[in-house]
């Protein structure tokens, strides 16, 4: 005979603990399931006022130019010699070793020329973005750390190299949201994760109502690209009473034990993803477009993400993450860069009509760029269509709308294109900047965790105040 058969039942055996009641209970929720999508959320039912307090709109301590910001991250470094930073000195030399570097020069392929009031040098490739120059503030002199993609995208959107919040999380804490029935911050890709995965949009030791949602807009209908957003089986009022039900439970069990961050935060993305039932179909249901809408930003990946990025910040959504990848090009240069810069050119260029058009451009803040950009050498690895490496020394960011002086270039490369030379911009000094346009001082603005105060900037930064309309 089994002895288990006859063991003594104990007490304990029938209470679960807080982690199991939550995950049992959680299974249950039906459209509630949206939040495994939403990544992590909410606080308990007794700080539930709390958190809502903490993502109403909030007045930023100083004078600001700009309500949302609108990041567009050209993953994988656009080549800057190739787009915006126009290099005569490498059609001269091509072919030939350049003084002091590893490699022979790489002319680019592509014909560059004034555009607009301003005159600003803008590649083929951007014949539209080229069009809406005066429009844009180039930043010619970026800088980073270390050449590897996965790292330099993180860095670019958290502003370190380890486990940090998300910029996004950062103006979220900041600033609040507008709209208390989408999230705050959103980020668009287009398929799966990019390199780095959800460090790009998360909230870190930030509390977990400021992370980000990412959303896959590459899905073809409204139901998979917010899956499970209804719940054709509990009706929004018995839905409420679980959720409250569950707080509640949370709440007691949290009087006696140690608080688990995880949990606390799934809560958070049940409580969001109660809320998104009512507004988020709206949101991203581009069918409410019209077609000249619709035609202007072209129907594709790009153009529908951009659109959706438009109807999120009409909606008060503070701050958008729309991923626009494809940029890394070590062979096929003149083949890969000029399809991957088409994809964004009619899009982008309708963006930021768009925004003017409705009035929202001022307000808005744009902002376009890499992790990191090219060498100014053909990779060897190229073969007869060659690329161009990797390279930390020198990119190119665009800005945009939000307080920003249109029609300028700020910084210098040198004559190769291989390193920054004049304003050199770190990106803890974009992340400055982005923060003052929205009304910060990046040294104030800090987050208290563990024993210390945390800010995006770590102890650097430099706002870039020559920009500043």
């Known amino acids: 005979m089994n002895p288990d058969e006859h063991r003594m039942v104990d007490l304990e055996d029938h209470f679960l603990t807080r982690r199991q009641f939550l995950q049992r209970a959680g299974m249950g929720f039906g459209a509630l399931s949206l939040a495994g999508l939403l990544g992590e959320g909410l606080f308990s039912a007794a700080r539930a006022l709390e958190a809502e307090a903490n993502l109403l709109p909030k007045t930023p301590p100083l004078p600001a130019k700009a309500k949302h910001v609108v990041h567009i991250f050209a993953q994988g470094a656009p080549s800057h010699v190739d787009t915006w930073d126009y290099k005569p000195s490498l059609a001269k030399l091509d072919g030939q070793p350049i003084p002091g570097m590893d490699g022979v020069a790489m002319a680019s392929p592509f014909k560059f020329s004034k ?24 930043i ?15 860095m670019m959107n958290t502003g370190s190299r380890l486990v940090r919040p998300s910029l996004g999380s950062w103006v979220l804490y900041g600033l609040g949201s507008e709209n208390q029935n989408m999230p705050g911050f959103v980020s668009l890709r287009p398929g799966g994760p990019p390199p780095g995965g959800t460090a790009n949009w998360q909230s870190s030791f930030l509390p977990g109502l400021y992370q980000g949602v990412s959303i896959n807009t590459k899905v ?15 009706p929004l009022p018995e839905q409420r009473r679980q959720l409250d039900l569950v707080h509640k439970l949370n709440e007691l069990h949290s009087q006696n034990m140690q608080k688990e961050a995880q949990l606390e935060a799934r809560l958070e993305a049940f409580e969001m993803a ?21 035609e202007a930003y072209g129907r594709t990946s790009q153009g529908n993400q951009l659109l959706i ?8 959504v503070r701050f958008v993450q729309v991923w626009a990848g494809g940029w890394d090009h070590h ?12 994809d964004i050119d009619q899009p982008l260029a309708a963006f930021i009509q768009d925004l003017k058009q409705r009035g929202l451009f001022d307000e808005t803040l744009v902002v376009w760029g890499g992790e990191f950009g090219r060498k100014p050498v053909r990779d060897r690895n190229g073969g007869d269509n060659p690329g161009r490496d990797h390279n930390a020394k020198a990119f190119t960011t665009v800005l945009a709308g939000g307080g920003v002086r249109g029609g300028m270039t700020y910084g210098e490369t040198d004559e190769f294109g291989n390193a920054s030379v004049k304003d050199k911009v770190h990106v803890h000094d974009l992340h400055a900047t982005i923060l003052a346009l929205l009304g910060f001082d990046h040294k104030k603005l800090t987050y208290r965790y563990n024993g210390r105060d ?3 900037t770590e102890t650097y930064g430099e706002i870039i105040k020559p920009v500043f309309a």
Not at 144 to 152: G, K
Not at 274 to 294: H, P, V, Y
Not at 331 to 342: F, G, I, M, S
């Open 115 to 138: 555009k607009g009031k301003s005159g600003i040098e803008v590649s083929e490739v951007f014949p539209q973005i080229g069009e809406r120059v005066d429009d844009l503030c180039v």
């Open 140 to 154: 010619k002199s970026m800088y980073t750390d270390i050449p590897a993609h996965e790292v330099a995208t993180i």
């Open 220 to 234: 073809p209908t409204l139901n998979q690209l917010i899956e499970n957003i209804r719940n054709p089986n509990t």
């Open 274 to 294: 109660f809320k998104m039932q009512t507004e988020a179909t709206d949101a991203f249901d581009l069918n409410k477009e019209s077609a000249t809408t619709r």
């Open 309 to 316: 990025a438009r109807r999120l910040i009409e909606r008060g």
């Open 331 to 342: 062979q096929d240069l003149e083949e890969k860069l000029a399809d991957r810069a088409k």
């Open 454 to 456: 945390f800010r995006l």
